[in-house]
């Protein structure tokens, strides 16, 4: 997993509330390989495309928010469905980090697991940042998620709360079964215990 | 009330995560023991993946796995399906479970059926346990006292190889349902009324127990209807404290423990609900008497309205964000504000999904069909295999015929819509299932959430229409 420290680049505002993860990838799409050279085109592709496969105005199809890789984002994004494709899709995209007020719990969950980092900052916040840069096209933002400072497109600093295991799992770019391994003396003893007490489980 | 100090007594969740840590971290974070996995078709490909990394499946006896997003409800076996990616995605399973000997109810076998109706069937969800799924529907198994969750793919895959899990103990809300819940109405309604209370982001981040008088007055499977959609509601987690109904449905199923074990479970199970003692982060309280049948407008599931209710007016709304999503939803669903919910014309009603599939939510729909005919398309489709044989038996399917539906194979049909069965753009349907987002039943299409009574009264009358005034 590509570890995740300083990363600076174009964004884009998604000024969607509530947005479900049957936007960022249409359930249809789910059977698909992650590395379908196609993949890019599904994230958010009913906003993006006409049944025609045409491109709509949709923002991100818009020069140069077309280039971004961070996501700015409204409230709830990525609610609904557990589905790991809607991060795989971001992924294809080479989108690196989300920005919004409140994620899906799974959603949130499947970012971290993959090296995306999804960054909780205000909803206030997020907004003036979305209006920002809606006035300025292609502004970037810069994080660093060691100091866990979000830098806006005026220079406006904002810091960020993470959990502490997240973050060293997304600096260091950390896979969980690895992570998990190194316990396997407790889990053994664990389910030796487990196993004895709990009969009727097994 | 918010962030009571803490006292001694633990919560009915708090029971269950604690008995399952295996290292906790002083981040918060714990290593979890995963008791129980359930897999559908559509993580066929997270078995080739572990192989191809050289990872084993720990626990293969703890693993239970059935076809059903991906299952077109006119097949009844594989060879019914065409080549493509719905046969590629079935076969897929069937050779995982060929190679590594899991339990697998294939289409062929009586017990298949939507993932989330076969583990409670099956007596594979107990109280007490953890179960996942990579499923957010999962949050369905808490109505028996099971800490179940949803989980993404690199999860999946993670507990398939440790059969651990890495989770940080989530704050737990408590949803009190008290009074007692009108004729007529269903276990959709409550939970429609409460996600339309605390909003689609009202539950992240939390834990939901529910308690309540209308809540134990439920049936295991309208427990089942709540638990289910509490992820519409932004938590993962839906468990509702198991009791004598929950022992008596869990009681002589295949994979419940029997004799002495069934002793031991018990014993174990009689100590879970929260302690009076217990303090939640958050309490919210509902009413059951004041609940409506309940209709969604939006795309969002806490775009709701009581059936003698209008189109709301987005106008009124302060949150401007907010506003714009609700102009948004409108616009998408073709309606006007004002529009009284029962002059909206319906195309299609969809009767099924792990919300409202099992044999309670189908007799409630006969009730409303019997001695009628449908005036739209419409579809039922049984949750699982045996609960279509009960249906059979007890003749509804004879009364879903006679009224002009088409009665199906059990999968998730119609709700993800990626079998075959899809709504054309434009049309608008009258759903029991889970989610309207936007496309969520094909592209372009328009859903509205409902009971199972409520879909058969706009079934047969071609609008959305209170289905107190058509139960015979």
């Not at chain 2, 002793?263 to 939640?280: G, I, N």
């Not at chain 2, 119609?414 to 054309?424: E, F, P, R, T, Y």
């Not at chain 2, 029991?432 to 079934?459: D, I, K």
Request: include cysteine; charge should be negative.
């Amino acid at each position: 997993m590509q570890p995740f420290l300083r990363f600076s680049a174009v964004a884009v505002p998604i000024d969607i509330p509530n947005c479900d993860t049957d936007q960022i990838i249409p359930a249809r799409f789910l059977r698909r390989a992650k590395d379908d050279p196609a993949y890019a085109r599904f994230l958010l592709h009913d906003l993006r495309f006409h049944a025609d496969d045409t491109e709509t105005g949709f923002i991100f199809n818009q020069i140069p928010y077309s280039d971004a890789q961070i996501l700015v984002c409204d409230i709830n994004w990525g609610c609904g469905s557990s589905r790991e494709a809607a991060v795989n899709a971001l992924m294809a995209n080479h989108i690196r980090a989300l920005i919004a007020p409140t994620f899906g719990d799974i959603h949130y969950s499947n970012c971290i697991k993959n090296g995306l980092l999804p960054v909780r900052l205000s909803a206030a916040n997020c907004n003036h940042i979305r209006i920002q840069l809606h006035e300025s096209p292609g502004a970037t933002i810069a994080i660093d998620l060691e100091e866990q400072v979000v830098s806006g497109p005026n220079q406006k600093s904002y810091n960020f709360d993470i959990d502490s295991l997240d973050k060293i799992r997304l600096l260091n770019g950390l896979d969980d079964i690895s992570m998990t391994l190194e316990h396997q003396t407790a889990i053994e003893a664990f389910e030796q215990d487990y196993r004895k007490n709990n009969r009727w489980i097994f | 009330m918010v962030n009571t100090p803490r006292s001694n007594g633990k919560t009915l969740f708090e029971k269950i995560f604690d008995r399952h840590v295996i290292v906790a971290r002083e981040s918060g974070d714990a290593l979890l023991f995963i008791d129980r996995q359930l897999i559908h078709d559509l993580h066929y490909r997270s078995f080739d993946e572990l192989q191809a990394a050289g990872q084993t499946i720990r626990y293969p006896d703890q693993l239970f796995a059935t076809p059903d997003h991906s299952v077109p409800t006119t097949a009844k076996k594989l060879t019914d399906i065409p080549q493509g990616e719905m046969h590629d995605t079935i076969a897929g399973l069937q050779r995982a479970a060929d190679r590594i000997g899991f339990t697998h109810f294939d289409m062929t076998d009586p017990r298949h059926g939507i993932v989330h109706v076969v583990g409670p069937e099956q007596g594979i969800t107990l109280p007490g346990l953890t179960l996942v799924c990579g499923d957010s529907h999962t949050s369905t198994h808490g109505a028996l006292g099971c800490l179940s969750f949803g989980i993404g793919s690199t999860e999946v895959k993670h507990v398939l190889a440790t059969q651990t899990l890495w989770q940080r103990k989530p704050r737990n809300m408590r949803i009190t349902v008290d009074g007692t819940l009108g004729p007529g109405l269903s276990a959709k309604d409550i939970i429609l009324a409460i996600i339309r209370h605390i909003g689609a982001a009202g539950g992240t981040g939390y834990a939901i127990e529910y308690a309540g008088s209308a809540i134990r007055q439920l049936s295991i499977e309208g427990r089942m209807t709540i638990s289910n959609m509490t992820i519409e509601a932004g938590a993962r987690f839906g468990i509702i404290a198991p009791d004598d109904k929950t022992l008596e449905y869990v009681y002589g199923r295949p994979h419940a423990p029997t004799g002495e074990k069934w002793e031991e479970a018990m014993a174990y199970w009689r100590t879970l609900p929260s302690d009076d003692t217990a303090v939640f982060a958050k309490e919210i309280n509902i009413n059951a008497a004041a609940i409506e049948p309940t209709v969604t407008w939006g795309n969002s599931p806490q775009f709701c309205v009581g059936i003698s209710d209008v189109v709301p007016d987005p106008t009124s709304e302060t949150d401007l964000s907010i506003r714009a999503n609700m102009e948004s939803a409108l616009t998408y669903m073709d309606l006007l504000p004002g529009t009284p919910i029962n002059k909206i014309e319906i195309d299609r009603v969809f009767i099924g999904s792990c919300t409202n599939s099992r044999i309670e939510d189908l007799r409630q729909a006969a009730e409303v069909f019997k001695g009628r005919c449908v005036v739209v398309p419409t579809l039922v489709v049984p949750g699982s295999g045996l609960v279509k044989s009960e249906a059979e038996r007890e003749g509804l399917d004879r009364i879903f015929i006679d009224a002009g539906a088409q009665w199906r194979e059990p999968g998730c049909s119609m709700c993800v819509a990626i079998n075959g069965d899809v709504l054309l753009p434009g049309q608008r349907c009258a759903s029991t299932s889970n989610r309207n987002f936007q496309g969520r039943q094909g592209m372009g299409s328009r859903t509205h959430l409902v009971s199972p009574a409520m879909a058969a009264a706009a079934a047969v009358t071609g609008r959305f229409t209170d289905s107190r005034q058509l139960s015979s």
